[in-house]
């Protein structure tokens, strides 16, 4: 709606104009058909949450998104007519587990698997920096969305009346509506003044506690099945465990909001009844 004209690149061979192929896991990439490009949108990266964190699992994560970081942004930073602008992913899994803390963009980072992870996902940007090109890291939030991610895995046993509690409750949640990630990327691609690091979550986060009565309200179900601690470990691990369900992370969005970027669902009733089409009883 905007005019804009989206080139996607694909890992398979291309079906036309509209498709770049690249090989991120093999470092191959058809850097020709990039240049004169506006800007570049990186969200590639292996499901976190796809499998228990064995070692080689854990190497292809951190491949998938600092192997693939790093080749966009030797690529985007080699062209003659390089792109303006380069989102390139992150997570709020960069600060690791801190409490009840509130943490905003000048925050520490964690000191987890996904923390350093993190660190290393956006340095690898560094070489489209160097080039002068505008480099932001959205740092995502659990991404509401029913389709997938967390929200689509919890949806079944929420909606059987299975859902509940996950570990302590107290543990926080940095959510934001798939709208508002979408609303955010194309903020900061026209904003000049956002650079580097962004939390892309809504302004006020849950506890899991909160998240869970405010779901299954939305879905008019109870929330009387809780899972303990002990069971996430054993059923993930330890590490992915503490690291993910049991984790928590209080960000605020203080850099999209200092630009100017007002939030389309800031609140986690509003969010969950939009992405579920669930009006207000």
Do not use: C
Not at 49 to 58: I, P, V, Y
Not at 102 to 118: K, Q, Y
Not at 126 to 138: L, S
Not at 242 to 252: E, G, K, M
Request: cysteine-free.
């Amino acid at each position: 709606t905007g005019g804009h004209e989206v080139i996607r690149l694909v890992r398979r061979t291309p079906k036309g104009e509209g498709e770049v192929r690249w090989d991120p896991a093999r470092g191959e990439i058809d850097a020709a058909s990039l240049e004169g490009i506006d800007a570049v949108v990186h969200l590639s990266g292996e499901n976190i949450a796809g499998g228990r964190w064995t070692e080689a699992r854990k190497a292809r994560l951190r491949h998938s998104r600092v192997g693939s970081t790093v080749l966009l942004a030797r690529t985007l930073a080699a062209l003659k007519r390089p792109p303006k602008v380069f989102a390139s992913t992150s997570a709020v899994g960069y600060y690791g587990s801190q409490g009840d803390t509130w943490l905003s963009e000048t925050s520490p980072s964690g000191d987890d698997f996904l923390a350093h992870l993190g660190v290393d996902w956006e340095a690898a940007a560094a070489p489209a920096t160097e080039a002068g090109i505008r480099v932001v890291h959205p740092r995502l939030g659990l991404v509401l969305s029913p389709a997938g991610g967390a929200l689509g895995k919890m949806l079944p046993p929420f909606r059987a009346g299975l859902g509940g509690v996950v570990g302590p409750g107290t543990q926080y949640m940095s959510w934001v509506a798939l709208d508002d990630v979408l609303g955010a990327l194309h903020h900061a691609l026209a904003t000049d003044a956002l650079v580097g690091p962004f939390n892309l979550a809504a302004p006020e986060p849950a506890t899991n506690r909160e998240f869970t009565k405010t779901l299954g309200r939305v879905l008019g179900r109870p929330t009387v099945a809780p899972v303990p601690a002990f069971a996430l470990r054993l059923a993930l691990g330890s590490e992915m465990a503490d690291a993910t369900l049991l984790a928590s992370t209080r960000v605020r969005p203080d850099a999209l909001e200092k630009s100017g970027y007002g939030f389309r669902f800031p609140t986690l009733e509003g969010a969950l009844r939009h992405v579920l089409g669930r009006a207000e009883a």
